[in-house]
């Protein structure tokens, strides 16, 4: 395969838009995506409460990502989750996700989005590319071993 090639395959044409998790259809795709992409990893989380994208490629789900708010505190939001089917990773499409992301929060009035990782060596990678610095909050709420994640988006 020649190089031309290569570069073409990597270049894959995804959709990111904020969905309306009210739909049945998209509570019922984002529960899949959950289910393939989490497995039994990580609670389900509720999709009514706050703002949830999905990608598609070719009209196929492919990825979503959620936006609720923290229990931190006015101002700060929590990144619930960012799920990439496996056979999709590698495109950077996490990274796209926490972006749209963060233009939401700006919009929103938010000026800070925390999240977490549990064991995801490649979540905390991404993490840190899109400018995520590791902390430790006051109170921990995910599991004794997890890493906290927070970035400031608005001064």
């Known amino acids: 395969m020649s190089c031309r090639a290569v570069s073409w395959h ?13 739909e049945p ?9 959950h289910a ?15 703002h949830w994208w999905m990608a598609t ?6 990825a979503f990502a959620g936006l609720i708010p923290s229990a931190l505190g006015d101002g700060i939001g929590y990144l619930a989750r960012v799920g990439v089917l496996p056979e999709r990773c590698g495109y950077g499409l996490q990274r796209r996700m926490m972006r749209a992301i963060e233009q939401r929060g700006r919009r929103s ?12 060596i490649v979540s905390a990678n991404n993490f840190i590319r899109c400018g ?17 994640w927070r970035k400031l988006i608005r001064s």
């Open 36 to 50: 393939r992409t989490f497995l039994d990893r990580a609670p389900l989380p509720d999709f009514e409460i706050g």
């Open 109 to 120: 009035g938010l000026y800070c989005i925390v999240s977490d990782t549990t064991d995801n």
């Open 10 to 22: 990597r270049r894959r044409r995804f959709l990111i838009r904020e969905v309306d998790a009210y």
């Open 57 to 62: 490629e070719l009209g196929r789900a492919t």
């Open 132 to 148: 995520y610095a590791l902390f430790q909050p006051a109170r921990p709420w995910a599991w004794r071993h997890s890493l906290y």
């Open 25 to 33: 259809d998209i509570i019922e795709t984002l529960k899949d995506l």
